[in-house]
């Protein structure tokens, strides 16, 4: 490296970066000024006008426009063929379910970012070393876009509606590529409905992570015994339950599918084996449920209920269920080293994975588009969201009650059947089956 010569250019540039600090535009991190030129050039890569709302939080009164994520994704450092990928996971934000007041929570959240296809390679997505680290510049802009957004748009900055207590460093970015090609199964948008090599994103809410140190055994039930005493441990049991997404490594991976584990019996032994105790729960004050929140507290407690999930053995699953592990190979084949995501519960218990629209492409992966607008409408007034797509094309929609007072709050099913539809009418879906809270 070499610094660069005196030139009057680079002193201008430098004065757009101390204006954009003095705006308040940046995360710390120097950001790069977005021009009218520049922006342009991301705009031309979607079909989506540029005041089309990717992103509503309306707690805040407050929306996320193609342009705003342009002009962030821009500042973040992305080149404009990434904005395809950072418009896809501005749409699984709105479809997964916590994009509101969880991006405020105390605890930290960020969003963990997915990417899938053959979006990776045009792109220079990490899928293989180092995949949560720095060094790939699609990696740390598309999640540090993401982010420059929540901030920008939403103002969900520190010390003011950012409540974090510690935050994360994957406040800064997060955004990982699946290594399909060193996977022993489908891919993960595959096993979803989508095909190999179809680009898709999906965002999940993370807490935290950990990493599991497997390099000592050739036995898959003990590699799984490992991962689940992670999975159980206390200091992530906030609510009754938890959830997590499991990023293997290929050598982990391998190992697993050689002695014939899939994904679904990964999940049933996880579950089965990632247990604590009632004695346990007691000895760090977290033995009891409040009756209003659902969160653990100690069973002497004024708001305290019993833990009804507790079985007769004194054993509590620390799971939800055994779909509560989401299953993603990334990383070397260097070492037996995986990581635990702690996530929040799945809105409808399946991740939201989006397409990756380039311009002209706007339906070729999946129904999205229009759909997220039907979600956007319904998150406006309470109720949540979320679709899964069907290899034959076919959309089940699931509405959710939400912080709906009431599911009769909500339209008439055919007339909500008649909007799904013509939402879907553009494209080559079709519903499939419509979901609706009970009433």
């Known amino acids: 490296m070499t610094a660069v010569r005196e030139h009057s250019s680079v002193d201008e540039v430098r004065d757009a970066l101390e204006y954009c600090y003095a705006q308040g535009w940046t995360d710390g991190l120097p950001v790069v000024p977005c021009t009218e030129r520049l922006l342009a050039e991301f705009l031309a890569t979607t079909d989506r006008g540029p005041d ?3 992103l509503t939080m309306p707690h805040l009164g407050r929306s996320c426009t193609v342009r705003l994520a342009a002009l962030n994704a821009a500042m973040a450092g992305c080149r404009p063929e990434y904005f395809p ?22 605890t930290g959240t960020a969003p963990l970012i997915i990417v899938n ?7 220079g997505i990490n899928s293989a070393g180092n995949v949560f680290g720095p060094g790939f510049r699609a990696n740390a802009t598309i999640g540090r876009a993401v982010r420059l957004g929540i901030l920008n748009v939403f103002g969900v900055r520190p010390h003011a509606l950012d409540q974090s207590t510690q935050g994360t460093p994957a406040k800064y970015t997060s955004c990982i590529g699946e290594n399909q090609e060193a996977s022993p199964w489908p891919a993960f948008h595959e096993a979803h409905g989508f095909a190999s090599a179809a680009s898709a994103v999906t965002v999940l809410t993370m807490r935290s992570a950990a990493h599991i140190e497997a390099r000592h055994t050739t036995d898959a039930e003990q590699l799984l015994r490992d991962i689940a005493g992670t999975v159980a441990r206390t200091g992530a049991m906030m609510f009754r339950t938890s959830s997590s ?22 999940g049933e032994f996880l579950f089965a084996e990632a247990r604590v105790t009632q004695q346990q729960l007691d000895a760090v004050g977290k033995g009891g449920i409040s009756r209003q929140q659902h969160w653990r507290l100690p ?5 305290a209920i019993v833990d009804d999930q507790i079985g007769a053995d004194g054993n509590l699953h620390a799971l939800t269920s055994p779909t509560a592990v989401q299953i993603v190979v990334a990383g070397a084949a260097n070492a037996g080293v ?11 218990g399946a991740p939201s994975i989006v397409p990756v629209e380039t311009a002209g492409r706007r339906f070729e992966d999946g129904p999205g ?9 319904l998150a406006r007034d309470g109720f949540t969201a979320a679709w899964d797509l069907d290899p034959d094309g076919g959309v089940t929609v699931r509405i959710g009650a939400g912080s709906a007072d009431c599911a009769e709050c909500l339209a008439p099913e055919p007339v909500l059947t008649a909007i799904v539809s013509k939402a879907l009418s553009a494209s080559r879906f079709h519903l499939k ?3 609706l809270p009970a009433h």
Not at 259 to 264: E, I, L, P, S, Y
Not at 339 to 346: A, E, S
Not at 369 to 377: G, I, K, P, W
């Open 52 to 54: 089309d709302v990717l």
């Open 85 to 106: 990928t950072v418009v896809a996971a501005w749409r699984s934000m709105t479809t997964e379910g916590y994009a509101n007041g969880v991006m405020q929570s105390t």
């Open 245 to 266: 997404c499991l990023v293997l490594c290929p050598e982990h991976a391998s190992l697993l599918a050689g002695q014939g584990w899939d994904r679904a019996g990964i």
């Open 117 to 123: 296809g053959d979006v990776r390679a045009e792109i």
């Open 299 to 303: 069973r002497g407690h004024s708001d």
């Open 338 to 348: 995986s990581t635990v995501v702690d996530i929040f519960d799945l809105i409808g």
């Open 369 to 377: 588009t229009r759909l997220d607008e039907v979600v956007a409408l």
């Open 433 to 435: 089956r419509l979901d």
